[in-house]
T-cell receptor
Framework: DAGVTQSPTHLIKTRGQHVTLRCSPISGHKSVSWYQQVLGQGPQFIFQ???????GRGNFPDRFSARQFPNYSSELNVNALLLGDSALYLC????????????FGPGTRLTVT | AQKITQTQPGMFVQEKEAVTLDCTYD???????LFWYKQPSSGEMIFLIY??????QNATEGRYSLNFQKARKSANLVISASQLGDSAMYFCAMRELTGGGNKLTFGTGTQLKVEL
């Protein structure tokens, strides 16, 4: 079975631009969460979506938004990019009833110049 | 607010030896879960072990065990018989189990290097 997939794997953007990151959960998983991991730190929670509805939001500015599609895949959008948005963006999926079976994708490494 | 503290930025261990990675946590919730993840240089977070706050026994998964001391709010990871492939970043994380949310709060990680 395929794991969580994310695209693209690497991305270079310029300050002020917009970026869209994509995530496909494991088949059957309805919950998707996004995390930002700045170099040298642990991941920080950005969003959780379940059944296309936002179920949780971390302490990130409104420049960050996300959505989940009927097939449970998800997009993370970041507007007006800042240098500080350079990070590894991780997507995780899990299925209801499995409290600890949360699987992470390989991440998208975003560099803002 | 939840907080995870990992005080060891880096650890070295010899191959085949055991190593303990420290983790302390802070939460006002009675129901929570504690996790350890391994992150190789490739970036993917690999789930290692889970401990629920109401679990009476310490969790074990193969060479990994979690030394859970609830009164001290600590959840240390013990890796037995270290292997070269264990060299990676290790993160302790916590999730509240009430409310159905899926937010994990991570520590800053410990970089483990296994030497010959």
């Amino acid at each position: 079975d395929a794991g969580v997939t994310q695209s693209p794997t690497h991305l270079i953007k310029t300050r002020g631009q917009h970026v869209t990151l994509r995530c496909s959960p494991i088949s059957g998983h309805k919950s998707v969460s996004w995390y930002q991991q700045v170099l040298g730190q642990g991941p920080q929670f950005i969003f959780q979506y379940y059944e296309k509805e936002e179920r949780g939001r971390g302490n990130f500015p409104d420049r960050f938004s996300a959505r989940q599609f009927p097939n449970y895949s998800s997009e993370l959008n970041v507007n007006a990019l800042l240098l500080g948005d350079s990070a590894l963006y991780l997507c995780a999926s899990r299925t209801p009833g499995h409290l600890y079976e949360q699987y992470f994708g390989p991440g998208t490494r975003l560099t803002v110049t | 607010a939840q907080k995870i503290t990992q005080t060891q930025p880096g650890m070295f261990v010899q191959e085949k030896e055991a190593v303990t990675l420290d983790c302390t946590y802070d939460t006002s919730d009675q129901s929570y879960g504690l996790f350890w993840y391994k992150q190789p240089s490739s970036g993917e977070m690999i789930f290692l072990i889970y401990q629920g706050s109401y679990d009476e026994q310490n969790a074990t998964e193969g060479r990994y065990s979690l030394n859970f001391q609830k009164a001290r709010k600590s959840a240390n990871l013990v890796i037995s018989a270290s292997q070269l492939g264990d060299s990676a970043m290790y993160f302790c994380a916590m999730r509240e189990l009430t409310g159905g949310g899926n937010k994990l709060t991570f520590g800053t990680g410990t970089q483990l290097k296994v030497e010959l």
